[in-house]
């Protein structure tokens, strides 16, 4: 590959298959994506879904049981084709969920490890370092190793370490999952500002989906091995592809209703959607977030409202957790204000019908036209 280009540095991702073996199922499915130059692309999805698989095989570290990986519209990788480029010629950073530095290193050494084998010369190496170091809150542990410092600041490390070449492709596997909250918060603004800065494209892999939501410019769900929703955070928060794409994306768990059963919540629902134009027969469940809840009286005239009495109230510091009983079932409301609410008391609640997700027998989404 040519090295220095970076006209395109763009992913893509053809039919890869990866299996293990040994009569395990696959850890990931005829994924395909393109991820395009200067993407913030977010792998998210739970444990085991094949995050990390999907990371390491376009690093070249894991090799494809099918399909095909392009760098720049190049191939790197294909089973087919006889083609492999080695890792190390695929000009990527990577930080791993165990950033390995070199334990008989400094700080400092771990940094300029890199700059080295690329043959950067002594003063742009320290001009780099300092500013690496500067810029992830480092400085003060330039001269210790890394047994020296703790779990998070070793985090931080490996992201220098890594940001200090400026690759063009930087993978990141749950490189902030070491660090308290605050950090957190603090390193990803940090990641973002990094990002627009190098103008690289970034794959960063989360189970998170707060994180995925506030770093992506798009999210790739993952269940199974299987790509579930490429979008936009909102497009994946507002209009889930599927039932577990909805049930997964969300702070607080998204009320489903299932259509098959009966009972008051059931009949609401139902008279509900009899002002939708949709067929009723086609929606198997609905999804309402907790927060499309509107718990006051007043308001969307339009709709039919459903009666709830207040369970419990839990406040969150900012906003409140109402959970609602509907004919002995249970739902998550999210309000800004309490003002007239209290457990045991009757209330009514609507959703407004933007925010109603219909998914059918085989829980993908049904748009409402
Ligand atoms: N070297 C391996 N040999 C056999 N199976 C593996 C290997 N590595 C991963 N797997 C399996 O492949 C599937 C996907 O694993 P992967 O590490 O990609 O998941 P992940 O989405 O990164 O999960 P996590 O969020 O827990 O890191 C899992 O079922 C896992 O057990
Ligand atoms: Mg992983």
Request: hydrophobic residues 40%; negative net charge.
């Amino acid at each position: 590959m040519a090295s220095g280009a970076r006209e395109m540095s763009g992913v893509s991702i053809r039919s890869v298959t990866k299996n293990y073996g040994g009569g395990t199922p696959n850890a990931v499915a005829d994924l395909d994506l393109e991820i395009p130059e200067a993407e913030f692309l977010c792998l998210l999805g739970p444990s085991g879904c094949g995050k990390s698989t999907t990371l390491r095989m376009i690093a070249g570290l894991e090799n494809l049981s099918s399909g095909e990986i392009l760098i720049d519209g190049v191939t790197v990788d294909s089973v087919e084709k006889g083609i492999f480029v080695r890792p190390e010629d695929r000009n990527m950073g990577l930080v791993f969920q165990n950033y390995a530095l070199w334990p008989h290193m400094t700080v400092e050494q771990n940094i300029e490890f890199g700059l080295k084998i690329r043959k950067i010369p002594q003063p742009e190496r320290q001009r780099r370092i300092g500013e690496v170091a500067s810029t992830l809150g480092i400085e003060q542990y330039r001269r210790r190793y890394p047994s020296e410092i703790s779990g998070g600041q070793q985090q931080r490390v490996a992201l220098a370490r890594m940001i200090a070449v400026s690759p063009r492709i930087i993978l990141l596997d749950e490189p902030l999952s070491n660090l308290d909250a605050k950090l957190r918060l603090d390193m990803r603004a940090e990641l973002k500002r990094i990002h627009s800065e190098l103008g690289s494209t970034f794959i960063f892999v989360t189970h998170d989906q707060w994180e995925a939501m506030t770093l992506a410019t798009t999210i790739a769900v993952m269940n199974e091995g299987r790509l579930q929703q490429l979008g936009k955070p909102e497009d994946i928060y507002e209009r889930p592809a599927n039932r577990f794409v909805a049930e997964f994306v969300g702070t607080l768990p998204i009320n489903i209703i299932e259509m098959a059963d009966d009972g008051a919540l059931k009949a609401w629902m139902s008279a509900y959607l009899s002002h939708l134009p949709v067929n009723p027969s086609e929606i198997a469940s609905v999804g309402l977030r907790p927060q499309s809840l509107d718990l006051r009286p007043a308001g969307a005239a339009d709709t039919p409202r459903c009666a709830a009495t207040i369970l419990d109230i839990v406040p969150t510091g900012g906003n409140w957790i109402v959970e609602l009983d509907v004919g002995g079932e249970r739902l998550l409301a999210l309000s800004g204000d309490i003002d007239g609410l209290a457990t045991g008391r009757q209330v009514t609640f609507t959703v407004d019908r933007k925010h109603v997700h219909l998914f059918d027998s085989g829980s993908s989404r049904i748009n409402v036209v």
